[in-house]
């Protein structure tokens, strides 16, 4: 049985690596300046972080893909000879993208009679990469559709993602903070910390540090548990602020001198509601 991978693009999955692997990426849609961009191979990433530096009031908003764009993806793969599709997508706790991939299934089956199955990640950005991979390598040692799903499903629970911001107005922007956690924040100069929580597989406040060295400190030590828990694997994803990025690298190496570590520039599902020079630290526990 052929199988065949799609995800969306707020898995920050690199496009060389998708061509590679012939995995279907489903652009979302980012708004600014009253034209719907689609967040794909010719977005121009460079320009879209220069707007937040040169614009004081550049304001973007993401929304999901259409059904209709994942069945185009679950098309395409059909027509290539594949047997059986694996979407997984960012939080549904984050984004309508996983009902638009689950109406698409639908659509797939009752239209074509082909199976396409869900994976909601719980989670965005490289923690949605952790469940792809691992479904490459299933699907290379010829492992069954059902399985791979089910392996993918106990992935995401072992997944964890941590936050750090340098501003409260981002998320203000979005409606993602209330008034006065913004105003207290505000006059303070507080950098929240978040949390994505597993559950629900949305963005929690959890914390809040003075500055954003100390914030880098404050999400190794949650994400450890203050060092009694340590993942193999370690991504480190940016919005735009490589500097901060090594200098979470240089601590988890510090503590960890072989652990695994990957840094990955956000694309706007992280940075249009976080703001540039934020850190996410995504960890996997298996």
Known sequence: MKIGLVTDSASDLPFDFADEHNIKITPMNVNFDETNHKEDRNFDFDNYYRQFEERK??????????????????????????????????SSGLSGTYNSAIQAARALEEEHGMKAEVVDAKSAS??????LELALEMISAGAEPDA?????????????TYLTLPTLKYLRAGGRVSMPKFLIGSLFGLKPITYVEPETGKNEAIATVK?????????????TSEGTKLPKH??????????LANKMANLIRKN?????????????????????????????FD
């Open 256 to 284: 960890q001198p072989e652990v695994e570590i990957r840094i990955t520039r956000a694309r706007s599902s992280i940075s249009a509601h976080a703001g540039p020079g934020a850190l996410a630290l995504i960890a996997l």
């Open 234 to 243: 370690f991504s480190i994803t940016h919005t735009n602020d490589e500097e």
């Open 57 to 90: 009031l550049f304001r973007v908003k993401t929304s999901q893909p259409s059904p209709g764009d994942f069945l185009e993806q679950f098309m395409a793969l059909k027509d290539e000879g594949v047997d059986f599709i694996i979407c997984a997508t960012v």
């Open 148 to 160: 791979i799903v089910t392996a993918m499903r106990e992935r995401v629970d072992k997944i964890e």
């Open 126 to 131: 490289v923690s949605v990469v952790y469940l």
């Open 211 to 223: 500055n954003m060295d100390a914030g880098v400190e404050k999400v190794y030590n949650l994400m």
